[in-house]
């Protein structure tokens, strides 16, 4: 449990990650009802609105341990900063174990394996990390085209699998990018870095997806699968997301209801309202599915419940943390 200053906050931060909890979370619960159009639902292959929530979230993920790393560096020292990241990731990734029995890999284990893959070179250089980004997503899809790997990883549907951790560990690594432009606290630098870094993500994403006549395949997008185009592209559409935020937030001061005592404590919320989409599902499963304004309205619910809890903890200046 860490107290925090109103001033110590960046808006722009806690309100991207509450919409992507509030908007993934609402994915889950939403998903798989008959009134939900394609776009906004998973499938197994293809790229649609609905998978771009959990890259946004692990996207803040990385803003936020660039951001803390460098603040515990510099009141401990680095060997303990990196004892207090370690310790943390490993936590969120048990906790992730527990939370996903029945498949496993999922947001809380990826992130911690994720936290992990990332720690070595947190304080590293824009450069470093960029590369390591790369080397990760690339080893990814090597192991996934030319391995067994592949095909189990598909047949069972697993959002990347153990291994998928180095697919979200490059979306990690870009938030870290993003604090970096964040960092730099001139607003036209900042715009600039953000637009470049997520116009040229989006750019490579769709080429990676592409044949190139010669040289390989096409490479669909795939959520189960994590392969290069997903991880890529989505980065780029989190850079934009961000961008947008940072423009409403923090430039334009404006503030979004509900998403900043959401996005103060994440994990607080996440595991909240995934307890509440559970019950709502065994609720549903002994009544019956239900159409587009109830289900609206039992949503409306949960994020209600949610923003209670979480304005209290905010009242209190209170941030429960791993």
Same mark, same amino acid.
């Given at each position: ?13 806690d309100?991207?990650?509450?919409? %992507?909890?509030?908007?993934?979370? $609402?994915g889950?619960? =939403?998903?798989?009802? *008959? +009134?939900?159009?394609?776009?906004? /639902? ?87 990390r ?24 598909? %047949?069972?549907?697993?959002?990347? $699998?153990?291994?998928? =951790?180095?697919?979200? *560990? +490059?979306?990690?690594?870009?938030? /870290? ?75 334009r ?22 307890l ?23 949503? =409306?619910?949960?994020? *209600?419940?949610?923003?209670v ?12 943390r791993?």
């Amino acid at each position: 449990m860490t107290e925090d200053t109103p001033q110590s906050r960046i808006a722009s931060i806690d309100q991207c990650r509450g919409f %992507a909890i509030v908007a993934m979370v $609402g994915g889950n619960f =939403a998903g798989k009802f *008959a +009134f939900m159009p394609w776009i906004l /639902t998973h499938h197994q292959y293809g790229l649609t609105i609905a998978e771009l929530f959990a890259p946004i979230f692990f996207f803040t993920v990385g803003i936020g341990f660039r951001l803390s790393f460098l603040k515990r560096v510099e009141r401990e020292g680095q060997s303990a900063a990196r004892r207090a990241a370690s310790r943390r990731y490993v936590l969120i990734m048990v906790l992730g174990f527990i939370v996903y029995l029945d498949h496993l890999w999922d947001a809380l284990t990826h992130i911690g394996m994720a936290g992990l893959l990332v720690l070595p070179f947190i304080d590293r250089g824009p450069r470093v990390r960029a590369l390591v980004a790369v080397l990760y997503v690339a080893l990814f899809q090597v192991l996934f085209l030319w391995t067994d790997y592949g095909p189990w990883l598909m %047949a069972r549907r697993l959002n990347g $699998g153990p291994l998928g =951790a180095l697919s979200w *560990a +490059f979306i990690v690594l870009m938030g /870290t990018l993003a604090y970096d432009a964040l960092a730099t606290g001139r607003p036209r630098k900042v715009i600039a870095r953000l637009l470049l870094y997520g116009l040229a993500l989006c750019a490579a994403g769709w080429l990676l997806s592409l044949g190139w006549p010669g040289l390989k395949e096409p490479w669909l997008f795939t959520r189960y699968g994590m392969t290069a185009p997903l991880p890529v592209f989505t980065a780029g559409t989190s850079f934009l997301c961000f961008l947008a935020f940072y423009w409403i937030c923090d430039v334009r001061r404006f503030r979004f209801p509900v998403l900043s005592p959401v996005g103060e404590n994440p994990l607080v919320m996440y595991l909240l309202l995934g307890l509440l989409v559970v019950l709502s599902k065994v609720i549903i499963h002994f009544t019956h599915e239900p159409g587009f304004w109830a289900a609206l309205l039992i949503y =409306a619910g949960m994020c *209600a419940i949610c923003y209670v809890v979480a304005r209290m903890l905010q009242k209190r200046s209170i941030h429960l943390r791993l």
